[in-house]
């Protein structure tokens, strides 16, 4: 059973780069969400998508994009990285959003 | 300020002590969720609740809605039990999304 799948697991990429993180779901979930994870500030959300053709913005969605063409795939893009996006992201998906949510296994982005 | 505050930040436990991570919220909530990251590790989901108790082996987690709090509660702790705690609160309607508190480091020695 593959659930929810991320690549790459990590990556370094030189500022000013553009750079798409990839998710994967195969359980058919509705809500799919992208997090930033940095110390002491816990997990914030960038951008969600509530079903397949829409998208919404998070917290901190500035110098992110996301896109929902189909139910399985919500791909994150960094258009033109900065060192400020040095974070640990993690991809999620819930049927709904009221349901219980399954993660996947983070991508540790370093910007140098 | 978060919206979702958690107490305390960090624990440090001996084995086979009962432990009781806090976590309060600001406004009404749809669901609450309980999840575990290990070090290095993934996210994993304990609980989602959204009214009462519920109880996995040594874990258990009640919500009281109208005090806007949640505790989560570890009985005969392990040191697998090592791991950060992560409350999130589940808003619904348009916005339709997870706001996560800080987390609660946990360290449960032999």
């Known amino acids: 059973t593959a659930g929810i799948t991320q690549a790459p697991t990590s990556q370094i990429l030189a500022a000013g780069r553009s750079m798409t993180l990839r998710c994967t779901q195969d359980m058919r979930h509705n809500a799919m969400y992208w997090y930033r994870q940095d110390l002491g500030l816990g997990l914030r959300l960038i951008h969600y998508s509530n079903t397949a053709g829409t998208t919404g913005k998070g917290e901190v969605p500035d110098g992110y994009s996301v896109s929902r063409a189909n139910t399985d795939d919500f791909p994150l893009t960094l258009a033109s990285a900065v060192p400020s996006q040095t974070s640990v992201y993690f991809c999620?998906?819930?049927?709904?959003?009221?349901?219980?949510?399954?993660f996947g296994q983070g991508t540790r982005l370093t910007v140098v | 300020k978060n919206e979702v505050e958690q107490s305390p930040q960090n624990l440090t436990a001996q084995e086979g002590e009962f432990i009781t991570i806090n976590c309060s919220y600001s406004v009404g909530i749809s669901a609450l969720h309980w999840l575990q990251q290990h070090p290095g590790g993934g996210i994993v989901s304990l609980f989602m609740?959204?009214?009462g108790k519920k109880k996995h082996g040594r874990l258990i987690a009640t919500i009281n809605i109208q005090e806007k709090h949640s505790s989560l509660h570890i009985t005969a702790s392990h040191p697998r039990d090592s791991a950060v705690y992560i409350c999130?609160?589940?808003?619904?309607?348009?916005?339709?999304?997870?706001?996560f508190g800080t987390g609660t480091l946990l360290a449960v020695q032999p």
């Open positions: 999130a609160v589940y808003y619904g309607g348009a916005t339709n999304k997870l706001i």
């Open positions: 999620a998906s819930s049927l709904e959003g009221d349901t219980e949510a399954f």
């Open positions: 609740l959204s009214s």
